[in-house]
């Protein structure tokens, strides 16, 4: 018999500061037998941030990032609909970067890195997946620092023995 257990949380929207908005989400965690399950989706998300120096507005309409574990392995998996101010390919890799140049003297505004998945060294079966990861000022010096992370879902293996 297999048991199903899910957390489930909802947001209503909001914005940081006067640089990002997004207008709602879902979140689940749980797990179906012996995988855990971790999703996060949302919609309308904006920042304008790097419009201030130069650059684009990002926009995305709808996004999502899950992860699943298992005692033996682990999957990431995104979803997102309508970007703009950045170029996707039709197929979209793990850890898909790009760059967002504009900077003074040649630097870049931001590095973005789509279907960012993160496991820790060493592995455990633990997996971090983020649909889009934005780095402000990547080389130092600029106007601004910090990251914005859309869409992330923690999974941490169900069943496995800890050593």
Do not use: W
């Not at 003297?105 to 590095?111: K, M, N, Q, V």
């Not at 455990?124 to 000022?137: A, E, N, Q, R, Y």
């Amino acid at each position: 018999m297999r048991r199903r257990r899910s957390l489930n949380a909802k947001t209503q929207g909001g914005a940081t500061g006067d640089f990002a908005r997004f207008g709602g989400g879902e979140s689940r965690c749980g797990r179906n037998g012996e995988v855990a399950i971790g999703e996060a989706a949302g919609r309308r998300f904006e920042t304008t941030l790097l419009k201030r120096f130069g650059g684009p507005v990002i926009k995305v309409r709808t996004f999502m990032a899950k992860c699943s574990t298992t005692k033996d392995g682990s999957l990431g998996y995104i979803e997102f609909g309508d970007v703009t101010g950045f170029t996707l390919p039709e197929n979209i890799p793990q850890n898909y970067r790009l760059t967002i140049a504009g900077g003074k003297g040649g630097t870049a505004l931001a590095s973005l890195t789509v279907n960012e998945t993160v496991t820790p060294t060493p592995p455990d079966g633990s997996l971090v997946t983020h649909m889009l990861h934005i780095k402000l000022f990547p080389q130092g010096g600029g106007p601004a620092k910090g990251d914005i992370y859309l869409g992330t879902a923690r999974c941490d293996p169900y069943g496995k023995k800890k050593p």
